[in-house]
Each structure stands twice: as C-alpha cells, then as structure tokens.
C-alpha cells in the first residue's frame, strides 16, 4: 500500500484568528501524542483534504514538519468540519510509537455476494460494524473486509471468531458478536394495520349491536289482544 505523507510547519496564528488562515487555504492542525510536546501546526487545506480522504483514521500518514529532518508517524485522531460538513476546519494528528502496540476500531466492510439473499423476503441484518484490535501501528489495517458469500442458508451468519486476521492482531471482541446474517423481512407494519382494521370492524359490529338491543329493551310492549266477547245465547 502506498505510503501516505502530508507537510506541515509551525503554527502562531492561535484561536479566532484561525479563520483568516482559512481564508487564505491553510487549515489549523494540531499534533499530540504521548510523551511528546503537542504542537500547533498548519496544512495547506487541498493537500490535507486529499491525505485524509484517503487516511481515515486507519491509516498511518508520515508527517513532515518544515524545520524538521524526520517525519512523523501519526494517524488521524479527530476532523472538525463546518455545519455543512464541506470545509475543512482542523484536525488532530497523533503521533505513535512505531515499536509499541496500539488499540483502535476498525470498520468492518461487507464484500461479495450471499448466495441465500437469492431468496424473496429477505434481508442483510448488521450487528457490529467496526473491530476493536490490538497491534503495531504498522499492522493496523485500514478496514477489515468480511466475505459474506459464505451465506448460503437464511439465518446464516458470520460472526467476530470467523474473521481472519494477521497473527499479530489480538481482538478485544467477544468472539460470539454477530457481524451479518441474512434474515427474514419482517412485515410488522402491515400486520399491524390489518389487526388495527379488523378491531375497528369488530368493534363496529358490537357498538351496532349494542345500538340495535338498546332500541329493542326501549320499545313499548305491544297490548295483549282482547279477548272475543262471549255471544250471547
């Protein structure tokens, strides 16, 4: 994989003044790391764009500070954008360690395609959709991608203890944690709506009922018919 490097120098321009650096297609950065000074940096806003687009935060970037011999080896920790989330507003850099081991999350990225999807009705069921690992900085793999051409049968899935990974990279994940699974399309709503209805038409049926009794318990009794008169003999 091609090695990320971005420039950068030294920044005095500090708080709202920031914004004029904007103007003028400089991005405020800032660099930490631990036991190491942080430092306020500036980028040239097109470069940075491009570096991070392609960086994330899985991807190791070989910084190169005006000033100084040896770049650093840092990953992307935070970006701020503008509401809209088009500009460029700063971003913090972090400095490893190249021989000490680090943790990060991973996104998981679903490749292929799942044989049982074939079916009518169903659906791909996500459970987590990044890993957390342990490994050398250079290890860190910038997404992990999970094969899910291996779902034959509905309610097949792929879980963390079947991700392969490089021997070096140690999981913090309980291994049983589902990835993906093809299910069932759950039609809910819809069932919902024809219970609703049907309550709605037997509840009609008893209001009307109750109406047509009430009316009859309110009827006066019709007289009782007379008696013929005896005839006379």
Partial sequence: MEELKLNAARRDVLGKRNRFLRRQGITPAHLFGHSIESQALQC??????????????????????????????VFVREIQRDALGKQLLHVDFYQVRMEKKMQVAVPLVLVGEAPAMKGKGRMLAH???????????EKVPPQIEVDISILEELEQGIHVKDVILDPDITVHADLEQLIVKVAEVQFRVEEEEVVAEEEEVEGAEVEAEGEAGARAEGAPEKPAAEAAPESQG
Avoid: F, N, W, Y
């Fill in 44 to 73: 040239d806003t097109v470069e940075l764009k491009k570096v991070v687009s392609h960086a994330g935060e899985t991807r190791l970037i070989s910084l190169k500070i005006e000033g100084e011999k040896q770049p650093k080896s």
């Fill in 127 to 137: 459970g987590i959709t990044e890993l957390s690992i342990e490994c050398l900085p």
